[in-house]
């Protein structure tokens, strides 16, 4: 039967790089710009602003949930060493949180959409905030699993299949 699967490249993939990061670098992109777009809508009263936002926060929705799938396979792969395993359950924890809450955040989007497309209360704008904090924290959290603790680099790898890092 494991004759079927591919063999893993020098970075314990099946793929040539990590797929992860540019699908999340879209959900990053698409979060923050419809919350800078809602600001910008609300401050100049120009409703235009809002379509961009929903549309954003649709795509994103989307998008998060590729994100999370390759995440998961990447992270098994990754075969996480002692020290990292805090940091990567909990950035996976989050992951998983800030698919359901921009999940909901874009279906209330979508009734307040419904309701009255040239306006949103200050109480979105409240929770778009959080949400751009959770993304910040979500993202600190993926540069410390790549640049500090070096998941799928080559020597990270080799390090682990030797068994220098437990």
């Known amino acids: 039967m494991l004759e079927y699967f ?11 790089d ?8 879209f959900v990053i992109a698409m979060v923050l710009f419809a919350f800078i777009c809602d600001l910008i809508g609300y401050f100049s009263r120009k ?8 549309w954003n926060m649709c795509f994103a929705t989307l998008s998060i949930f590729v994100a999370i799938i390759f995440g998961q396979v990447e992270a ?18 989050i992951g998983w949180s800030l698919s ?21 209360p200050i109480t979105y704008l409240g929770v778009g905030l959080f949400l751009t904090s959770l993304v ?31």
Do not use: C, M
């Open 76 to 93: 098994g792969l990754a075969q996480p060493y002692e020290v990292v395993q805090p940091v990567l359950n909990l950035h996976t924890l």
């Open 100 to 120: 359901g809450i921009i999940a909901a955040i874009t279906a209330w989007r979508y009734i307040l959409r419904s309701r009255n497309p040239n306006k949103i």
């Open 6 to 16: 591919p063999s893993l490249n020098d970075h314990n993939l099946p793929y040539p």
């Open 136 to 166: 910040f924290f979500q993202i600190y959290l993926g540069d410390e699993l790549v640049w500090v603790y070096g998941l799928h680099t080559v020597k990270v790898v080799e390090a682990v299949k030797e068994g220098i890092l437990q």
């Open 18 to 25: 990590t797929i992860h990061p540019i699908v999340v670098h």
């Open 47 to 54: 409703s235009s602003f809002y379509e961009v936002s929903w």
